[in-house]
């Protein structure tokens, strides 16, 4: 989305540029990249052809050339815009898992989280990606049979260990009915979910060029992985940091260890096996691998170039190994080398090294004291100014003129370099032919090997008003990252805050000086105060109109519920004894288990050796800029759920309206679908009744554009427009001022601790969308606050067109409707089940509350409308909605009596205000898997059932004949 204000240097966000060759063609100086505005971008790593680049909320943005899938948007499709990678939002919220770190290739990207877990996307043919641990010669006839004759995959394997797999993998194993997992399909004649739901059946034909059909068994390699995978070759060793080089990867573990994986021309893996004097080495080696040679040494820091490698020690002593024809090594020489080898010391023996940086046919490294750079290799890019004696350096030499400008970093592309300085200032030098130097054309010299060429260090005129702190430096682009200076220091970077100026979409820039709202517009609601407040107090005139009107509750409707009421007080004292029986044995097993839980974590406190160096907490923080992964970490394995992947997506999906039906599979469901299927299975629950289709969709959408459009301008013209509009305004755009105005109050309030929806956050345009359109699409209701909560659990799993179309028919039935329309009798109707299942279940909580006159009204009104996205972790949530979606509403009561269930014994002997905060945001230690064993434990009468239906069917009688009146 565009901004309507224009960018000055006030902006209190850092600012992403790029320059050189980029899907928009050639750029010849330093751009800012608008859709990356607000994001505080602390990283950025420039690839062949893409880049990527990492906010300070771990949010990573991706974007360029894709035919491999290097962007890791599941496709490959070329993006001209960054567009932040879905799957790790999704791990952020589900997992509290985000990168800290970044690495691109040619055609691979690596992230590195802060759990220490390392996850690889893109192209994986030479073993870059570490998927397996396959000889070259299985590897290379793979991939000849695959890609040439099209062979189907192995059958998958038996139904008995796939039912021990899954059950053993699990801290909670469950064993699922043994007949779902009888007569499964091969991989090579089953479906996909999506094709499952369209009919078409995938062909094994198209193995090389989609992603869909990659395995993750170790004897079929991936050629290509769209979608960020971990890679659980490294097992549990915990890496610190990643580096890529054209087709292959270094890793640095905690301990000071290096690994090395993929392709191993000349010997850049650094393994010793030189063929001259041993049986010829595997060209791939698809599994990280120690490079045993150096683990005597503690490493500080590894660097990959094209087809070379680099590291520094503990004494700042730089080792280097593979492809030395250029003088790239720094040996003196320019043969391969097939094992890292130490090369000539050129600096003081106290002077220590805080970068190191590898190109295609160069390197370069910066000394921490006197903060002087080094280069050798080929002798364009490295700045030592003129040619004539046409020589590489093959040692490393100090850039002369850069002696007094305090150097801090150093980037190293295919023919340039890039270097920042301590005050902020750039430096550009090298080959130019596709503008990644940055610099004008008369600062250019030429040679006769290329049309533009800057042998000298060169000062980026375009960023002398910015304070640069990171560049990346890619095949023929480049990129930076910096504050304006007006605003910025070194010492004050730190502070900067980003959640002043929370916008929605593009209707409003952070950027900008106008955004500050001074008088309150239409639609405006106090941004200190919880959504629910007002809703609250609304509720309690519900509370009073069922009062008032007790005794005139006419209608066979209303009759039938009363009915319910005698017909389950019969069993409540049976079932509320021996519920509480088993409340009293599950509080002791709790009590049990978190004093085994202590004495584990007790033991897991044992220090394991690490690094400690005097520089090295300064070192991590220029390259960590948002947070270090911590010291210790459990690598999860991301195959435990493969079989039930298999299982849902071959067996379960192409039967869903009769599985879902079906008992044995309720199991499963609520163990939890897998995050890759959610997607597809709650596609499936939801349906689209309502119909819409992709034409009504860019039909509406270019609706909210034109309004966004005209917002824009009216706001340039009067900053005071929304105050007071001029009631000459059409309906419709009254209703969408409204409306963006109390969208821009939520969005940073939804689910604030992921930061995935405010200003800075990779979703809030799309959310904002989404929620527009439905307000346009149902006037009628418009929206309402807690809409924010429910939108953006559809918008984290599902792009914009399914998202807006499974939220607009998840909204259109009876529940959600008499909620978000505040129908007082079609609630009260939700109330009165609730309380009669409450008092069944737990007749002693039941009564507490009412002598603390802790009513209804107080907590489940929002539990309701937000569907528990505002009360519980993100995990449970989610999980919860798998079971919602399939099952139906009556799974709402059973989780609202569950979640009141696991709660009990935190609420017992509590007053009034302490047990409203338990109920209105759950305790630290809330056990998951206790809270739906509780679930399962709520049994709803068949009358009850009937209840519930029959309200759902009513609505939808009475629409359907309003819509025909």
């Not at 629910?532 to 519920?561: H, M, P, R, T």
């Not at 509780?934 to 009513?954: G, H, L, R, W």
Request: charged share 20%; with cysteine.
């Amino acid at each position: 989305m565009e901004d309507f204000v224009h960018t000055d240097e006030t902006t209190s966000s850092r600012l992403c540029f790029i320059w050189g060759k980029t899907p928009d063609g050639d750029i010849d100086k330093p751009t800012i990249l608008s859709n990356l505005r607000n994001k505080n971008i602390v990283q950025v790593s420039c690839g062949g052809n893409h880049s990527l680049a990492i906010s300070n909320n771990g949010d990573l943005y991706s974007w360029g050339s894709n035919p491999n899938g290097q962007l890791g948007h599941s496709d490959t499709n070329q993006y001209k815009a960054p567009k932040g990678i879905k799957t790790f939002s999704l791990l952020k919220a589900c997992n509290g898992d985000t990168p800290v770190q970044v690495s691109s290739g040619i055609d691979f990207s690596f992230a590195l989280s802060d759990h220490g877990l390392v996850y690889a996307w893109g192209l994986g043919i030479e073993g870059q990606l570490a998927n397996g641990s396959m000889s070259v010669e299985d590897l290379s006839s793979t991939i000849s049979t695959t890609c040439s004759s099209g062979s189907n995959s192995p059958s998958l394997a038996s139904s008995t260990s796939s039912i021990s797999s899954i059950a053993s993998s699990s801290s909670n194993p469950v064993v699922y009915h043994p007949s779902l997992f009888l007569s499964r399909p091969s991989s090579s004649t089953a479906t996909t979910a999506e094709d499952s739901s369209s009919g078409n059946s995938s062909s094994s034909s198209n193995s090389c060029n989609n992603s869909s059909n990659n395995s993750s068994n170790n004897s079929t390699p991936i050629l290509k992985q769209t979608t960020p995978k971990i890679v659980t070759s490294l097992g549990s060793i915990n890496v610190l940091m990643l580096s890529c080089g054209a087709s292959h990867a270094l890793c640095l573990s905690k301990q000071g260890h290096v690994y090395s994986w993929g392709n191993n021309d000349h010997g850049k893996l650094g393994h010793g096996e030189d063929p001259s004097f041993s049986p010829a080495p595997p060209k791939f080696i698809t599994s990280p691998k120690k490079i045993k040679s150096i683990e005597r040494i503690t490493v500080l820091s590894v660097s990959c170039g094209w087809a070379h490698s680099m590291l520094i020690d503990y004494n700042s002593e730089i080792y280097t190994w593979g492809k030395g024809s250029d003088g790239q090594l720094g040996n003196g020489h320019k043969q391969d080398l097939w094992s890292p080898q130490e090369i000539p010391r050129v600096i003081d023996q106290q002077e220590q090294i805080i970068q190191i940086a590898c190109g295609y046919f160069h390197s370069a490294f910066v000394t921490f004291q006197s903060k002087q750079l080094y280069t050798f290799g080929w002798r364009i890019p490295l700045g030592h100014g003129s040619i004539d004696d046409g020589e590489d350096q093959t040692t490393p030499k100090l850039v002369k003129t850069l002696v007094d400008k305090n150097i801090k970093q150093v980037s190293c592309g295919y023919s340039h370099t890039l270097v920042v300085t301590d005050e902020g200032d750039c430096y550009s030098f090298g080959q130019g032919d596709y503008n990644q130097l940055g610099i004008p054309l008369d600062c250019t010299s030429s040679d006769p090997t290329s049309n533009i060429i800057c042998l000298t260090p060169t000062k980026l005129k375009t960023l002398s008003n910015y304070f640069i702190e990171t560049v990346s430096c890619g095949r023929w682009h480049s990129m930076a990252v910096g504050v304006p200076r007006s605003i910025s220091s070194s010492s004050s970077l730190s502070s900067i805050d980003n959640t002043s100026n929370d916008v929605i979409g593009s209707d409003l820039d952070s950027d900008s000086t106008t955004t500050t709202i001074v008088a309150k517009p239409i639609g405006y609601q106090d941004p200190h105060k919880d959504i629910f407040e007002c809703l609250s107090a609304n509720y309690q005139s519900f509370i009073q109109y069922v009062n008032e009107n007790n005794g005139n509750n006419n209608g066979n409707f209303d009759k039938s519920f009363f009915l319910l009421q005698d017909y389950i007080h019969d069993d409540s004292n049976s079932n509320s004894s021996s519920t509480n029986n088993e409340e009293d044995i599950e509080d002791k097993k709790d009590k049990e288990k978190q004093q085994l839980q202590q004495q584990q974590q007790q033991q897991d406190n044992d220090i394991v050796p690490t690094i400690s160096k005097p520089f090295y907490d300064k070192y991590l923080g220029f390259f960590f800029k948002s947070k270090v992964p911590p010291p210790q970490t459990t690598i999860p394995n991301p195959n435990v759920n493969e079989d039930l992947v298999d299982l849902l997506t071959n067996k379960f999906l192409p039967k869903f309206d009769q599985n879902r039906l079906e008992a044995k599979w309720k199991e499963v469901w609520r163990k939890g679908l897998p995050i890759s299927l959610r997607a597809s299975i709650w596609k499936k629950a939801i349906g689209n009744k309502l119909g819409i289709n992709r034409d009504f969709f860019e039909g509406l959408h270019q609706l909210i554009v034109d309004l966004r459009n005209r917002h824009k301008h009216d706001l340039l013209a009067n900053p005071d427009f929304d105050v007071d509009p001029p009631d000459t305004l059409p309906k419709e755009y009254i209703n969408y001022i409204k409306t963006v105005n109390m969208i821009k109050i939520d969005l940073p309030r939804t689910f604030p601790t992921l930061n995935l929806f405010n200003s800075s956050g990779p979703l809030q345009e799309q959310l904002c969308d989404v929620l527009l359109m439905y307000s346009m699409w149902n006037s009628e209701i418009g929206y309402v606050q807690g809409m924010s909560y429910v939108a953006a659990i559809f918008c984290l799993y599902l792009d914009t067109f399914d998202a807006f179309v499974a939220f607009t028919n998840m909204l259109n039935t009876h529940f959600f409707t008499s909620l978000y329309r505040m129908d007082v009798r079609e609630i009260i109707k939700h109330v009165q089940v609730f309380d009669l299942l409450f008092k069944q279940h737990l007749p002693n909580l039941f009564h507490q509350f009412k002598q603390l006159e802790l009513s209804t009204e107080h907590f489940l009104l929002e539990w309701f409308m937000t569907l528990f996205t505002k009360l519980l972790p993100f995990h449970i949530v989610c999980r919860i909605w798998d079971c919602f979606l399939i099952e139906g509403e009556s799974f709402i009561y059973s989780a609202s009596i569950g979640i009141l269930r696991s709660c009990r014994k935190f609420i017992t002997n509590s007053n009034f205000e302490e047990t409203l905060n338990i109920i209105r945001s759950v305790p630290h230690d809330f056990k998951e898997e206790r809270l739906f064993k509780s679930i399962k434990a709520i049994y709803i009468p068949k009358n009850v059932e009937k209840f519930i239906t029959s309200m759902q069917d009513n609505y939808h009688h009475n629409h359907h004949n309003q819509i025909s009146s």
